[in-house]
C-alpha cells in the first residue's frame, strides 16, 4: 500500500509539474499566439493615399495612410485592422471607403508593416490615441469622426470610444473580449491569471453610448458569434448586429458595402446642423 501511495504521489507531483511548466509556456508565449504581425514594408496603398509618420505617446513610430476626406462635412473613418495582416491587404477596402465618399486614417500597428515596436494590448491603445490625436492635429470634429475596428482592432475601436468623442462606431468580426474567447479555447487553464492581453472590448462598452453597427459572419470560426452578442448586449447605447452568411471572419467589403456606407452617411448627416 505505501509503494501504491508514494507512487501515486510522484504521478501527482509529475502532474502538477508538467501543468506549470505549461502555464509557463502560455504567460511566455501567448503574444506570439495572439499577434501575427506581417512586419514587410507596404506596397499596396490606394492610388489616392498620402503615406504618414505618426509618433505615439512611449515613442513609437507608425505608418499610416491618409485619404483625405473630399469636403468639410464629409465623415472620417480612423481604421484599424486586425491582428493577422498588414495595410496591404486592406488596401481595396480602404480605397472602397473613400470612394463612398469618406476620408480614412488607416494606422499599421506597432510591429506590422512600416511601424516600429512590438505588438500588445497597451501599446496598440497608444497607437489607436496617436491616430485620434492626428484626426484632431488635422481639424476633424469628433462628430466627424467613425472607428472602424476590425477583428482584434475592434476592441481598441471601442476602447477609444470609451475614452474620446466620437460619431459612432462600425465593427467588423468584434467580439466581447479575447479572455471570454480564451476561456472558451481553453478551458483547462487558469486564462484570467494568465492573460496578459485580455482586449475587455465589453467592459470599455458600457461607457460607449454613440451608434454602434456590427457585422459578423454567421458561422465565423474565429470569434464565434456568441461573442458579437455578447458585446453587443454590453454597449450603453444603440448598438446593431447584423450578420453575414457563411463560414468566414473579416469578410469581403463588398459583402456588407452598403450597410457600412448608410450607417456612416447616417451618423454625418445626425450631425450636422438640422440633421
Known sequence: MKTLLRSLAVLLAAAALVYLVLCM????????????????????????????RLQTADGER???WWLAPPNEQAAV???????????????????????????????????YGGSSGEPSEAGWREDARAGYAELKRRGIAPARIVLFGESLGSA??????????????????????????????YPWLPVDWLMRDPHRADRAAAQVAVPVLQLHCEQDPVTPVAHARALQKAFRGPARLELLPGNCHVPRYVEFRPLARAFVQSLVKAAAPGG
Do not use: K
Request: glycine share 10%; aromatic share 6%.
Open 25 to 52: 509556456g502560455v504567460w511566455t508565449g501567448q503574444r506570439r499566439l495572439l499577434f501575427h504581425p506581417d512586419a514587410n514594408p507596404l506596397r499596396e496603398a490606394p492610388a489616392a493615399a498620402e503615406t504618414l
Open 62 to 64: 507608425l505608418q499610416a
Open 77 to 111: 473613418l480612423l481604421y484599424l485592422h486586425g491582428n493577422g495582416a498588414n495595410l496591404d491587404a486592406r488596401s481595396p477596402r480602404l480605397a472602397a471607403l473613400h470612394e463612398d465618399g469618406f476620408g480614412v486614417l488607416a494606422l499599421s500597428w506597432r510591429g
Open 156 to 185: 481598441q475601436a471601442v476602447m477609444l470610444a470609451a475614452e474620446q468623442p466620437v460619431a459612432g462606431l462600425l465593427l467588423d468580426s468584434g467580439f466581447d473580449s479575447a479572455l471570454a474567447i480564451a476561456r472558451g479555447l
